[in-house]
RNA sequence: GGAGAGGUGGCAGAGUGGUUGAAUGCGGCGGUCUUGAAAACCGUUGAGGUGUUACAGCCUCCGGGGGUUCGAAUCCCUCCCUCUCCGCCA
């Protein structure tokens, strides 16, 4: 959520920005409504400052014995006219909030303004050493792969479930829990994350916060009984976890990292990109969260960038970082960048990753805040998140980059001690 | 699922209709003392909104929402949450 000082006072800044990313939000009549409760608030507020002065005096004239039974007459009538007046504020502060909830965050800067994928900019790639883009004879996709090794089960996947849910076979689940093993680890021991176990069911107010709702209802599950939404990433729980909390300044930045499964809808999404492992409906992440001081979101961006792709390095998977542009830029999100990794077979990259800065937009939404030693006064935290990584899509790669000749998949070195074995054969 | 207890400021904890935005303690901040620190002592310390060049002023907030009343932390309704005991259960 955007501050409605801000938006009053920078109208073109945030229509702009509105534009640019492509929502549809309404800013002339959040301004308007904006004035409308002003204006209401002012005449209750005028209203209610009587009615405090004359009610203490009744109090001072009751205790004296005497008679106030006129002026209580005469308050009756304000106090009425108080009401319908507060009636009025509530349903127009509703509309605004209704509004306000549709409002997206403000790309920062550096970011290009931009229609779509299309104009995302890559900032940078990383090779294993000899590694050659042209496709090789033997290289086969992971479906196949998948199929043969017998790791993976697509069919009785769809079969208990639906499309869009894999199963996991064998040394195949093994593989996939060595990956998730081996990620945690690596940021709680090599970048200093603390691991969360979070609920995988959240609330209304942790989806709200975080924003997924209002905007992306449509594409989350949800358990209607219980209003409850299966998390479509641990962003959602483990940035909730200090939701309406005050922090101590000293305790900032909070870094986390968790494991969670992500259950999305993708409502509306299929065709090409969509077979297999390419868009599934419930798979595995393991996501870092920061809550920070603001003047270093912009420097804790790039570090947790930087440490999604210590993974790939590790396990010496192609990769390029692409910077989002405006059009392409989450609803919350400030700045993005996407890790994608490279699939031989599909011949194209992945996206694996997304690492954003949400400044203080979830924050706001959220209420978390910290006390700032110098002003000593409170302000809100910047939240970032990003994947360190997404396993579906990684193990696309994973698989399709260490395949060989003789239909062998050799395990990456890093992974070893976590699988219990070298390589995966039919 | 059943029975009971409770939700008050950063925390603990008083307060049951009229100068209570809220006693007290802890914590935080500032100061005195000290070579320094601790202890002790003194002072200070909630948030949001509106408004102002800036102050001031005013309004709201005691789990959320609604109601009664001239006036509500205090009375009523409703929802949510936490805890204890019992039952069921991976």
């Not at 590694?131 to 697509?154: A, N, Q, R, S």
Request: proline share 4%.
């Amino acid at each position: 959520m955007l501050d409605l000082k801000f938006i009053r006072e920078n109208p073109e800044k945030v229509k702009e920005a509105v534009k640019n990313k492509n929502e549809k939000a309404d800013i002339d009549e959040i301004l308007r409504l904006d004035k409308e409760r002003r204006s209401l608030l002012q005449q209750t507020e005028e209203l209610k400052a009587e009615r405090n002065k004359v009610s203490q005096e009744i109090g001072r004239l009751k205790k004296a014995g005497e008679n106030a039974d006129e002026i209580i007459a005469r308050m009756k009538e304000v106090s009425d006219k108080v009401k319908e007046l507060d009636e009025q504020v509530r349903n127009v502060t509703e509309e605004l909030n209704n509004l306000l909830a549709w409002v997206p965050n403000i790309p920062h800067e550096s970011v290009p303004v931009g229609k779509d994928e299309n104009d995302n900019i890559e900032v940078r790639r990383w090779l294993p050493e000899g590694f050659e883009f042209e496709k090789k004879d033997f290289v086969k996709d992971h479906l196949e792969l998948g199929k043969k090794l017998k790791i993976l089960d697509f069919e009785r996947g769809a079969k208990i479930s639906g499309s869009g849910f894999a199963v996991y076979v064998g040394k195949g689940a093994t593989l996939e829990r060595a990956l998730i093993n081996f990620m945690l680890n690596y940021h709680i021991e090599k970048h200093g994350y603390t691991e969360i176990f979070p609920p995988f069911l959240v609330n209304r107010e942790s989806m709200y916060a975080t924003g997924q709702i209002p905007k992306l209802e449509e594409d989350m599950y949800h358990a209607n009984k219980d209003d409850l939404f299966p998390i479509p990433t641990a962003e959602v729980p483990v940035t909730n976890l200090h939701r309406n909390e005050v922090l101590s300044e000293d305790d900032l930045p909070k870094k986390y990292v968790a494991y969670s499964a992500c259950f999305r809808r993708e409502a509306g999404s299929y065709g090409k990109e969509s077979k297999g492992f390419l868009r599934v409906h419930q798979f595995n992440k393991v996501e870092m969260v920061k809550l920070v001081k603001p003047e270093s979101s912009y420097d804790e961006l790039e570090k947790i960038t930087s440490d999604a792709e210590d993974i790939l390095k590790a396990l010496n998977i192609p990769y390029r970082v692409i910077l989002l542009c405006t059009g392409d830029l989450s609803f919350s999100a400030a700045k993005c960048y996407d890790i994608e990794t490279w699939s031989p077979a599909e011949e194209k990259w992945l996206e694996a990753s997304s690492c954003s800065n949400f400044e203080d937009f979830q924050a706001r939404r959220g209420n978390i805040k910290f006390r700032n030693k110098e002003t000593k006064k409170l302000q809100f935290v910047h939240t970032l998140n990003g994947s360190g990584l997404a396993t579906s899509r990684l193990m696309v790669s994973l698989l399709e980059n260490n395949q060989t000749p003789d239909g062998k998949i050799i395990v990456p070195e890093p992974l070893r001690k976590y699988t219990g074995f070298d390589v995966i054969e039919p």
